[in-house]
C-alpha cells in the first residue's frame, strides 16, 4: 500500500513538472509576410525595398523584398512598428497588432512624403 502512495505521489510529481516547463517555453512564432508596394507608380511591387521591424525599440529584423515584392519574417503575438523605404518613399504601421491565426500579411504603400 505504501508503495502505490509513493508511486503516485511520483507520479504526481512528474505531471508538474512536465506542466511547468511546458508553460514556460515561448510562443512559437509564425510567419508573416510584408508587401512592399509603390504607392507613385500605380502601386507595382517592389523589389529591394528596405522593411525594418521593430518592437519596443528593439529592431528585431530587417532586409529587402525579394523579386515578388516580399520580405518574411516571424512574428509572436505583440505591437510591432513596421516600416519600408525604398528610393526616398516611405511608408509605416506604428502600433501594428500581431496575433496568431489573425492575418498573416501587410500591405505597405511607399511613397514621397
Known amino acids: 500500500m505504501l508503495k502505490v502512495v509513493y508511486m503516485r505521489t511520483g507520479l504526481a510529481l512528474l505531471s508538474m513538472l512536465a506542466l511547468l516547463l ?46 515578388d515584392g516580399v520580405f518574411v519574417t516571424y ?11 525604398y528610393s526616398g518613399k516611405t511608408d509605416e504601421r506604428s502600433d501594428f ?3 496568431s491565426g489573425s492575418v498573416d500579411r501587410l500591405d505597405l504603400y511607399l511613397y514621397k512624403h
Open 97 to 99: 497588432l500581431f496575433s
Open 75 to 85: 512574428l509572436n503575438y505583440g505591437r510591432y512598428l513596421i516600416q519600408g523605404e
Open 22 to 67: 511546458l508553460s514556460t517555453q515561448p510562443a512559437l512564432a509564425e510567419r508573416f509576410s510584408i508587401y512592399a508596394y509603390d504607392k507613385d507608380n500605380n502601386n507595382a511591387l517592389l523589389t529591394g525595398a528596405e522593411i525594418k521591424v521593430w518592437q519596443d525599440g528593439n529592431l528585431l529584423d530587417s532586409g529587402k523584398t525579394d523579386v
